[in-house]
């Protein structure tokens, strides 16, 4: 079991910046892999950037390429978002998720375990 609770959410401008932090419990989670998900109103939630258990590899989605990056401290039983260069289309919950294998997922189906959800704003 791994229990996740998502903080650093705010209200920005764009082109402004945000660091989201994920804090783990369960000694299972410095071994799985673990995604960043969002979901705006009156739309589908959709894969933000992922990483396998290690840190060894990162996936981002084309959106968030080059201003977003994903990292994971498993000795911290942590893992963060920093969001640069925002953007208003950038406004949704942000979500992050954990799962039992090792190697990050882009389908938010993948992951069995998740946060509550941080809002993220950006004012144009």
């Known amino acids: 079991q791994v229990q996740l609770v998502e903080s650093g959410g705010g209200l920005v401008q764009a082109g402004g910046s945000l660091r989201l932090s994920c804090a783990a419990s369960g000694r299972t989670f410095s071994t799985s892999a673990m995604g960043w998900f969002r979901q705006a109103p009156g739309k589908e939630r959709e894969f933000v950037a992922a990483?396998?258990?290690?840190?060894?590899?990162?996936y981002y989605a084309d959106s968030v390429k080059g201003r977003f990056t994903i990292s994971k401290d498993n000795a911290k039983n942590t893992g963060s978002l920093q969001m640069n260069s925002l953007k208003p289309e950038d406004t949704a919950v942000y979500y992050c998720?954990?799962?039992?294998?090792?190697?990050?997922?882009?389908?938010?189906?993948?992951?069995?375990?998740w946060g509550r959800g941080t809002q993220v704003t950006v004012s144009s």
């Open positions: 998720a954990a799962r039992s294998g090792m190697l990050a997922k882009i389908t938010w189906s993948d992951y069995a375990y």
């Open positions: 990483i396998n258990w290690n840190g060894g590899n990162t």
